[in-house]
């Protein structure tokens, strides 16, 4: 049976399992903190093109936590659902692209080497 899935819930365990993390490695999990909130504050990009820009990668690394994480964040950062649909087509395209692209240069040549 699939469990039922909770975008709260999957938030809840990441926090509490980020805190843990947090407690038994100060430094790193402290360090982790500061780095992420680093990349995420405004600069050159905003804060609502970073969370399209997570959005998208976590599609791309199918990583559910983080798709849940950055689609709140997209919310929370005013992103419109045709935003975030055209920023995951962009993961799409380059997920169907790396293997376009590693089928040309890399595995057909292979191919041929192997008939030789």
């Given at each position: 049976?699939?469990?039922?899935?909770?975008?709260?819930?999957?938030?809840q365990?990441?926090?509490?399992?980020?805190?843990?993390?947090?407690?038994?490695m100060?430094?790193?999990?402290?360090?982790?903190?500061?780095?992420?909130?680093?990349?995420?504050?405004?600069?050159?990009?905003?804060?609502?093109?970073?969370?399209?820009?997570?959005?998208?990668?976590?599609?791309y690394?199918?990583?559910?936590?983080?798709?849940?994480?950055?689609?709140?964040?997209?919310?929370?950062?005013?992103?419109?659902?045709?935003?975030?649909?055209?920023?995951?087509s962009?993961?799409?395209?380059?997920?169907?692209?790396?293997?376009?692209?590693?089928t040309?240069?890399?595995?057909?040549?292979?191919?041929?080497?192997?008939?030789?």
């Amino acid at each position: 049976m699939m469990e039922e899935y909770s975008a709260d819930g999957v938030l809840q365990s990441y926090k509490e399992s980020i805190g843990q993390f947090t407690e038994q490695m100060p430094e790193i999990g402290s360090g982790f903190h500061s780095f992420t909130e680093s990349c995420f504050a405004d600069g050159a990009l905003d804060g609502k093109q970073k969370q399209l820009i997570a959005l998208a990668v976590s599609v791309y690394a199918n990583d559910k936590t983080c798709m849940t994480f950055h689609a709140k964040g997209c919310v929370d950062a005013g992103c419109t659902e045709q935003e975030v649909l055209e920023a995951c087509s962009v993961a799409a395209a380059l997920g169907s692209g790396a293997v376009m692209s590693r089928t040309v240069t890399c595995l057909s040549g292979m191919f041929q080497q192997f008939q030789k």
